[in-house]
């Protein structure tokens, strides 16, 4: 009779590392992460920027409970105590890794881009929809006076504290 524990194993997914690694680079996760290296590498000891992940609890049309994962894109100056700006927030509305739900946060809550593909704004259904429309987004002036004025706030202080 064969072991419950492997009949178990043999039904649970192979995870191979070509799908791990595929995984890693689709998901929204991954691409938040590559976009946080990109600014830490562009701007050393000016600004970090950094991800966080956190866990959305909202009741289903059935009544059960959902939780899909939440992550947050910041930049973070060191101005006195820190300085933490939230610039944007993904949520993955799935058990899979797509579609996204994308808010910006400037000055207010909106949804991220204009997206004629898709049924409601702010709203990604693929790694290729969402990667563009982030990379469309930080190539915005919002983006780009953002990053600049974190930077400019940075010098200012590190003057003020040679002084």
């Given at each position: 009779m064969e072991n419950i524990k492997d009949k178990i194993?043999?039904?649970?997914?192979?995870n191979t590392p070509e799908t791990t690694r595929k995984l890693k680079q689709e998901s929204p996760y991954g691409i938040l992460l590559e976009f946080s290296e990109a600014v830490n590498e562009k701007y050393t000891n000016l600004i970090t920027a950094?991800?966080?992940?956190?866990?959305?609890?909202?009741?289903?049309q059935n009544d059960s409970e959902k939780?899909?994962?939440?992550f947050a894109f910041?930049?973070?100056?060191?101005i006195g105590k820190g300085y933490l700006y939230r610039l944007l927030e993904v949520e993955q509305l799935t058990n899979g890794l797509y579609p996204v739900s994308?808010?910006?946060?400037?000055?207010?809550?909106?949804p991220l881009g204009n997206n004629k593909s898709s049924k409601a704004?702010?709203?990604?259904?693929?790694?290729d929809e969402f990667y563009s429309a982030l990379l469309n987004f930080f190539q915005t002036s919002f983006v780009s006076n953002l990053i600049l004025n974190l930077i400019g706030q940075?010098?200012?202080y590190n003057e003020s504290r040679q002084g």
């Open positions: 194993k043999s039904i649970l997914p192979e950094r991800v966080t992940e956190s866990i959305k609890v909202s009741q289903a939780q899909n994962p939440v910041y930049l973070q100056a060191p994308v808010k910006i946060f400037q000055n207010r809550t909106v704004r702010g709203r990604f259904e693929s790694y940075v010098e200012l």
